[in-house]
Structure formats: C-alpha cells, structure tokens
C-alpha cells in the first residue's frame, strides 16, 4: 500500500508509537488509518481514532459517523466520537463556521490526545491548496510555506502524497470511504481553487503538486533561519522593554520582521502596510495609534510602543491559605482540604484539570503573579510544554488577559487562571492534600461566596 510506504518514509511516526487518526471518514482520512493499520505491527503502533461529527450536514453527518464506526469496528481499532454545535462556536468566537469547526476539531484531538501523536490526513494537494489561498489573500514567506509535516505532537505523514494517488491506493484496497457533499460545491475559496484553478495550473504542469512541495520544503529552511536571525537581531536592538534602537542598521528583512515581533508582544495584528508605514516613522519620526489604545512613536532611529492606559505593575506574592489578592478589584480564593474518599475516584484527573492543585506536589514557594512571555507549562494529556502566552492568546480575549492569576513555585508555572493546571501537580489516588483555587471578580469573601452558591 503506498500510503503506508509514505508514512514509514516519511519519519514522522517512530516504532512503538500511540497515534491517534482524525478520521472524518473521507479518502484521505480513510487512507490514512488503513496505511497505519497495515504499518501497526512492523512499528509496534497503538493505534485509535476520533471523528468529531459536526452536526451541520443533517442526515449525511451522522452517515460520515457510521462510516467511521464500521470501518473502525471493522479493523478492531478504538473510535472516540465527538458531537459539536459549530453554530454556536461561530457565533460565540465571532468566526466564520469553516474557522470555528477547525478550532474545534483541533481543540478536541488535543483533548484525546493524552501524550499520543495526533495523526492528520492533509496531503500534497491540500499543500498546493493551501499555498494558492495565501498567495490569493496576500501573504509573506511564512504563509508560502503552507502547512509543516509536525507541529507539536500533531503530524502529517501524507503531505507528499496526492488526492489522485489516495484514491488509487483506496481503490486498490477495495475500500469505501464517505464524500463531503460541501466539498462538491463553489461555496468556499479552497472547493473553487481545487474544482477551478488547479487543474488549469496542471495543465501546464503535470508535477505541480511536487515542485510546490519542493519549493515549500526550500522555503521553510528559509523561513527557519530567517526567525533565528530576526530573534538574535530583536534581542540587540531591545534596548528597554517595547523599546527597539538600531533597526536602521538592519537588512530590510530583518528590521521588517523585528517590527512585526514587536507588535506581536501587544497582540496587534501585523499587516504588511502597518509595517511599512512603522519602518517609514523610523526615517521621518512620528506617533501611529496602530490599536486601540496601542501606539508606535519614532524619534532619532528609536521605535517604541506605548499604551494609553499602562498596565498596573504586579508584584508576586507569596500564596497565603484564604483570600489572595493582587489585582484590584479581583480575589483569589485558596482552599486546603482533605478528602481520601474523593482522591480515590477513578476520574480523578479529569475532574482536576482546571483549578485543583494536589499541595504536597509544589515545590518550594508558591507565589501569585501576572504570567509572564516565557512562561511555559505541561497540561494534562499533552506530554510536551506549551508556551503560557499562546494558551492566553488563543482562549482568552485581549482585554481579560493583563488580570489573570498566575500560580508559581520553584520549578515553574503550575495553574493558570481559566488555562488548566500542570500534569506535575494534578491530584490523583495518592493525594493526601487537596488545594482549590477559586477566582471572583469582585473582594467577596468565603462566607460570601458559599452564600452565593446556596441560592
């Protein structure tokens, strides 16, 4: 089977593995768990499965759903199937449903994952895809680099083969698979480029899709050593915080890039005509509001952001059993108790993921603080670290993120307000201790808050 010659090529999944397959039921996905299935013993692989049914195409969904049930049943390999109102996620992140089903989808195979590879089925024609709708929207360099083989613990083995060889190897096998009837359509930009201009483009080019994904592999090399460049280059010009000096002596590539990371550091959204605009301020001097309340100022070659209201500086503070409270207007309640019953519940873990801490597992001195850039923490399930300001950017909204309690000790950051708690102090069936932290946004106290529940 080729697809199983493609992943064993391809590096990504080392013998002895957990993986799990986001199989939504189509070629590729269906392509996908065959060539692992017949890979599972040469690699030692554990192999399982999650379809995340998203409710939006009626009866064809729940076909797609049973699709997967069987074909898992079929090859005995576990399926965990997960149901989700995308109409909701739209309208609640205010993200169009294509947007919202992609986070879901993501944020559920992060959730399974439990310290597995997270296996997708994006291929070369995806890639090529991909690439054109950067290229159409307006892109730089990262965008023409199109979607990496690994990102974290999530891998793409078949991204060097195409649509017309998964359907062959499919059709060699003998094997059925479901069709998205959305993706039959010009409703999307992706359906029109694939169904409109790639052909065309094949016309001229039979090997497109493999001279774009060679390109894209050069690229990336680029791309990589460009950001090495830019953050050695950041780290010289920053001078004071939000303040860059120097760029006037940097290659153009550079100064631009070193811009858009000093935006990035107040989550203002770059743009190719912001930055412009901020690398002409640096030659004629000036002040540019570039979000609200965020502004660029030049004057003598330096470059600094300022805020219009500066965020109030926080000193951490040792964690003191009781009310915590190092934010105006916000209190952190910290409660210590001991309950052997409830620590011997099997589903302890999942229980305990967001704001139980087991206290005989911190280390040294606990301490409330405002998280901080280089802040990392390991989340239950996930088996790698994460940076603690990505998790912020993508689940908390720009003005909620200066107030978040951050809880430390010796070793590193262990709870994040409305984050999670880290895999290293989670409670489990030996916990003798059990420490709650309970945020409210007003001084209430803990006779307070109890009386809040009870009615």
Not at 338 to 348: A, R, T
Request: aromatic share 4%; proline share 3%.
């Amino acid at each position: 089977m080729r697809a199983a010659d493609v992943i064993r090529a391809s590096g990504l999944i080392p013998a002895g593995s957990c993986v799990i397959t986001a199989l939504s039921g189509g070629a590729d996905s269906t392509a996908l768990l065959c060539g692992l299935y017949a890979l599972r013993h040469e690699l030692d692989l554990t192999l399982c499965a999650v379809h995340v049914n998203h409710c939006l195409r009626g009866e064809e969904s729940q076909r797609d759903e049973q699709f997967c049930k069987n074909l898992c049943a079929r090859l005995e390999i576990p399926l965990t199937v997960r149901r989700v109102d995308v109409f909701a996620e739209a309208e609640r992140t205010h993200t169009s449903l294509e947007l919202a089903a992609r986070n879901v989808r993501y944020r559920i195979f992060e959730e399974e994952g439990h310290g597995c590879l997270i296996a997708t089925a994006h291929t070369a024609s995806d890639q090529t895809e991909t690439v054109l709708i950067n290229l159409t929207r307006g892109t730089g360099l990262a965008g023409l680099c199109g979607i990496p083989h690994r990102r974290g613990n999530i891998v793409r083995p078949l991204l060097t083969m195409t649509r017309e060889e998964i359907l062959q190897d499919l059709s060699a096998l003998g094997q059925d698979y479901v069709t998205d009837s959305t993706n039959l359509g010009d409703a999307h930009t992706r359906n029109r480029l694939r169904r409109h201009v790639v052909p065309l483009l094949e016309q001229e080019n039979p090997a497109l899709h493999r001279l774009i994904g060679s390109s894209v592999a050069q690229l990336r090399a680029e791309q990589d050593y460009l950001a090495e460049q830019t953050e050695a280059a950041y780290q010289v010009c920053l001078t004071a915080p939000d303040t860059l000096e120097g760029l006037c002596d940097l290659h153009m590539a550079i100064r631009r890039r070193c811009i858009a990371r000093l935006l990035e550091t107040a989550d203002v959204p770059r743009s190719f005509a912001l930055i412009t605009a901020a690398e002409e301020m640096l030659l004629t001097d000036g002040k540019r509001e570039v979000a609200a309340g965020v502004y660029l100022t030049a004057s003598n070659g330096v470059l600094r952001m300022t805020h219009k209201e500066q965020v109030q500086e926080i000193s951490a503070q040792k964690m003191k059993i009781g009310e915590n409270i190092i934010f105006s207007g916000k209190l952190c309640l910290a409660e210590l108790s001991v309950d052997i019953d409830l620590m011997k519940n099997g589903n302890v873990h999942n229980k305990f993921t967001n704001n139980k801490l087991d206290y005989d597992k911190i280390i040294g001195v606990a301490v409330f603080r405002r998280y901080r850039r280089n802040d990392r923490i390991s989340l239950p399930g996930r088996g790698f670290t994460a940076s603690v300001r990505k998790l912020v950017q993508e689940k908390i909204p720009v003005p909620e993120r200066g107030m978040l309690h951050c809880l430390a000790d010796d070793a590193g950051v262990i709870w994040i307000e409305r984050i999670g708690t880290a895999q290293r102090v989670l409670p489990d069936e030996n916990t003798v201790r059990l420490l709650t932290l309970t945020v409210t946004a007003d001084h209430k106290t803990r006779s307070e808050l109890i009386d809040t529940e009870k009615k």
